[in-house]
């Protein structure tokens, strides 16, 4: 197989991490005979300082031209403290979003039993818990018109849904629970909201065409409470993109760390495959970052997009042996133990090549 990957490694810790995740494509194809050939590209705060814009129109040429997208993570603590900035690194994710029809985004929340000590819930509350969350990326207040009246005092954001961007991630989220544990949960605030009465309206006549899929509706703040108080109810979790925001940062506490969860952003074309965890720039720089999403999205990149589940499951295994070794990066350290054996960014990405290596062996 031959495949052209763009990686944008972006801000902050980005391009540490998705170092790893670009070295275990190299393993993986070396050893099964696949030719993935690579691009870099500037998107984030990087290519505000080089080019004044946070998504360079060479950056969108290359994304419209590859197989995949590896990226890593966009944003500077400078735009956190200036709200009226009106360039910001998150304005280059959102249009490439938008430019390349990546309407869904999966998110799903893998628990290795080795981490369930890292998390602030109960191993017991927790165990078994294996959700996938499907978030609509292109619509809600992040692309509705937004206001400021002339005093600076008022503000709006438009939450704005179309039927069709409805019906085309619902649907793909009632195909994953066909082949899943057949239950879907569709989160909304319909009892408010107007857009979330169409969200609604729209879930319950495509569940006439999946009678074998049990579909719930639950309202968001039911939601956030019952995904702490019992995560393992739930199957696929389908929402609207700010909801999903929400949540599955919430749902980054079930496997103990952002630096543990991968996602994949998806539409009709080329899939954008990236760790949930920001640029976090108070790490950047010191080799404290977790790679370990990086390298999940890597596993979620060869499967989703290019079908190849024996490799994307080697690469899982591989983790899963590193982290039952006891390897840790800090954030999903046990502090109440001495059988944690914490490694920088580097040393856990090479512990995952070696184990790699190890498997291909056996």
């Known amino acids: ?7 944008i490694p972006g801000d902050g810790i980005g391009p540490e991490v998705t170092t790893w995740g670009k070295a275990v494509l190299e393993q993986i194809g070396t050893e099964y005979g696949h030719k993935f050939t690579f691009d870099e590209a500037l998107m984030g ?10 998504l360079p129109d060479e950056t969108l040429t290359k994304a419209k031209a590859c197989d995949a997208i590896l990226f890593g993570a966009v944003g500077h603590a400078k735009y956190d403290n200036d709200p009226s900035a009106k360039v910001r690194p998150e304005q280059g994710l959102l249009k490439i979003r938008k430019e390349l029809g990546l309407y869904a985004n999966l998110r799903p929340i893998m628990l290795f039993d080795e981490l369930l000590d890292a998390s602030s819930l109960k191993p017991e509350v927790l165990r078994g818990t294996d959700i996938l969350f499907f978030r609509e990326l292109t619509g809600d207040v992040y692309f509705g018109e937004k206001k400021r009246s002339d005093d600076r005092n008022t503000a709006s954001d438009l939450m704005i849904y179309h039927r069709y961007e409805v019906e085309r991630i619902a649907t793909k989220a009632f195909e994953a629970a066909r082949s899943r544990n057949k239950r879907l949960c569709s989160v909304d605030k319909a009892n408010v909201l107007e857009a979330s009465r169409l969200w609604r309206e729209v879930v319950q006549e495509l569940a006439q065409q999946y009678p074998d899929v049990e579909t719930e509706h639950m309202f968001i703040d039911n939601a956030a409470m019952q995904l702490v108080k019992n995560p393992k109810k739930f199957d696929v979790v389908l929402t609207a993109n700010l909801f999903g925001d929400i949540l599955t940062d919430e749902a980054s506490q079930i496997a103990g760390s952002m630096g543990m969860l991968a996602s994949a952003s998806i539409g009709d074309g080329t899939g954008f495959f990236e760790p949930i965890h920001g640029s976090a720039h108070d790490i950047a720089g010191q080799n404290k970052a977790n790679p370990l999403a990086s390298i999940l999205s890597v596993a979620l990149m060869l499967e989703i997009s ?8 080697r690469i899982t295994s591989a983790i899963d042996q590193t982290l039952k070794d006891g390897y840790r990066t ?3 350290a046990d502090i109440h133990t001495e059988k944690s054996k914490i490694l920088g960014t580097d040393a856990m990405g090479q512990k995952v090549l070696e184990y790699l290596s190890k498997s291909a062996k056996n």
């Open 1 to 7: 197989m031959k495949k052209h990957i763009l990686v």
């Open 45 to 54: 705060h990087v290519a505000i300082e080089a080019t004044g814009n946070p």
């Open 306 to 313: 290019f079908g190849l589940k024996e490799e994307a499951q």
């Open 330 to 332: 800090g954030d999903i």
